[in-house]
């Protein structure tokens, strides 16, 4: 679709003003010694890579999609309970804004680098929103076992669009990583038929009652900053004690040069393809060289 033409369609879409595009980002500068800690602890946390002017406009269209949910959207706080647990996957390819921040801000480039990869590619993004007084939880979980990949340069970086205290930050289990663990799904909005199949694996760790056994990383973040790990990295999160503060979040998640496609029962590329039609085409095994997976940093 031509650029001119592609404005009309998301201003169709959308109701704000058309933004003003932030200025092209220089390449992050992280270091080796934060490269090298990200790779033992398999979680991290980076302040100001973000600009005021794309945390604005994400925000905007955070609320546009609470309003105007896509078919990958998912809600978790069951019916009378407080609060909205909202999330929702392959924003790009409706928010003109959600592009040009896969495109030009420094998120992949950020993943590239943690990463030690070569190229980087988007494997989708997601936007996770707790409202004020949400009791429901993010159970505990890696990513890696919901994704239909192989590999270990598969990163995740949460750009928090609010202020978030600690207390409702996401906390990460210190080296867990390293388990490389592949654990039962989680429903987390209650769709458990197509989890089935998953009996055979072991559950989710459950890392409560593991407490003496564990070092938990957690931050005080404001908006701009970002959470980076890893997708075998075992996180969670509380809910919003608070009855003032929101916890909107807009996550991008990557892939590197070792992941190949890996289609396991009951991983995410059934909701995409039957929800979202959304299929990338690729066989077992193969890389992931597929339009639904652009390259966005680095050379092959």
């Not at 009652?209 to 931050?219: C, I, N, Q, R």
């Not at 003032?244 to 393809?273: E, K, M, Q």
Request: hydrophobic share 35%; with cysteine; charged share 25%.
């Amino acid at each position: 679709m031509a650029s001119g033409a592609l404005v009309q369609s998301v201003r169709s879409l959308v109701t704000w003003h058309r933004p003003v595009a932030p200025s092209a980002p220089a390449a992050p500068r992280i270091s080796e010694e934060q490269v090298q800690q990200f790779e033992e602890d398999g979680a991290t946390v980076l302040r100001g890579f973000f600009s005021s002017e794309w945390i604005e406009q994400l925000r905007e269209a955070a609320d546009e999609n609470l309003k105007n949910p896509g078919p990958l959207c998912d809600e978790s706080v069951k019916p009378g309970e407080p609060g909205r647990f909202h999330d929702d996957q392959f924003l790009w390819m409706r928010y003109d804004v959600m592009k040009r921040f896969i495109f030009e801000s420094p998120a992949a480039e950020i993943a590239r680098q943690m990463s030690r990869a070569n190229q980087m590619r988007l494997l989708h993004d997601h936007l996770i929103v707790k409202e004020p007084g949400t009791q429901t939880t993010t159970p505990w979980h890696n990513d890696h076992s919901y994704w239909p990949l192989k590999g270990n340069q598969i990163i995740s970086v949460w750009v928090a669009l609010d202020y978030v205290p600690k207390s409702s930050c996401v906390q990460y289990v210190k080296g867990s990583h390293r388990w490389q663990l592949l654990h039962k799904l989680n429903t987390f909005s209650g769709e458990a038929e197509r989890y089935k199949a998953m009996a055979d694996l072991p559950p989710a760790p459950d890392i409560d009652s593991m407490s003496d056994k564990v070092e938990l990383l957690s931050w005080d973040l404001v908006p701009g900053d970002c959470l980076v790990h890893q997708s075998f990295s075992v996180h969670g999160a509380p809910g919003i004690s608070s009855s003032v503060y929101r916890r909107r979040a807009y996550v991008t998640r990557w892939v590197g040069d070792d992941v190949r496609w890996d289609p396991r029962p009951g991983t995410l590329d059934f909701s995409w393809r039957t929800k979202g039609n959304l299929d990338p085409n690729l066989s077992v095994g193969s890389p992931m060289d597929s339009d639904l997976f652009p390259v966005v940093a680095g050379q092959s």
